[in-house]
T-cell receptor, first 116, second 113 residues
Framework: GAVVSQHPSRVICKSGTSVKIECRSL??????MFWYRQFPKQSLMLMAT?????????EQGVEKDKFLINHASLTLSTLTVTSAHPEDSSFYIC????????????FGPGTRLTVL | GENVEQHPSTLSVQEGDSAVIKCTYS??????FPWYKQELGKRPQLIID?????GEKKDQRIAVTLNKTAKHFSLHITETQPEDSAVYFC????????????FGTGTKLQVIP
């Protein structure tokens, strides 16, 4: 149990386009999902906390209008990178928490975004 | 907010030797300390965690110790194997609700056969 999927696993896009990444909890309901960004050889940096049915809470320095987060259901959160630029190229990972596991986070497999 | 420091950034050990990774945290409200193993291009995998009401926890070759007074915790891997080679992250999280986890900077462990 506690499986989290992400789609797509890899995406290459042109500068200026928007990219949507989906994060799904497959076998449990996740009230809260987290979005992280990881640059090569660096740690995971939290971008935002997403709660079902409410606006996401963004970390300091993360642009809300650039990284749009929607948590429309208890099993799905989406991250849209708008007007992507090469500096947005990174590994994006989501995680989901469920109360039954005392809020342990279960991570998705990540999405490798490359902006040309 | 919470700040987690992790040392060393890289660690090479001979197969069969022990490896120790150390972390410190700043927020005294943190009471949950997970450790993750991440292989290249893959998701972080929880390998062990400890809560502030215990000082030590062990799971086969992996152990974690916590000194809440000094605000530091450590990961110990004994009898290391080549498959232990990966990047390890410590993390800290305060109690209550769906609190965010703050990650350390990571340690790249290389086990030399």
């Amino acid at each position: 149990g506690a499986v989290v999927s992400q789609h797509p696993s890899r995406v290459i896009c042109k500068s200026g386009t928007s990219v949507k990444i989906e994060c799904r909890s497959l076998d449990f309901q996740a009230t809260t999902m987290f979005w992280y960004r990881q640059f090569p050889k660096q740690s995971l940096m939290l971008m935002a906390t997403s709660n079902e049915g409410s606006k996401a809470t963004y970390e300091q320095g993360v642009e809300k209008d650039k990284f749009l987060i929607n948590h429309a259901s208890l099993t799905l959160s989406t991250l849209t990178v708008t007007s992507a630029h090469p500096e947005d190229s990174s590994f994006y990972i989501c995680s989901a928490s469920r109360l039954a596991d005392d809020n342990e986070q279960f991570f998705g497999p990540g999405t490798r975004l490359t902006v040309l | 907010g919470e700040n987690v420091e992790q040392h060393p950034s890289t660690l090479s050990v001979q197969e069969g030797d022990s490896a120790v990774i150390k972390c410190t945290y700043s927020d005294s409200a943190s009471n949950y300390f997970p450790w993750y193993k991440q292989e290249l291009g893959k998701r972080p995998q929880l390998i062990i965690d400890i809560r502030s009401n215990v000082g030590e926890k062990k799971d086969q070759r992996i152990a974690v110790t916590l000194n809440k007074t000094a605000k530091h915790f450590s990961l110990h891997i004994t009898e290391t194997q080549p498959e232990d080679s990966a990047v390890y992250f410590c993390a800290a999280r305060p109690s209550g609700g769906y609190q965010k986890v703050t990650f350390g900077t990571g340690t790249k462990l290389q086990v030399i056969p």
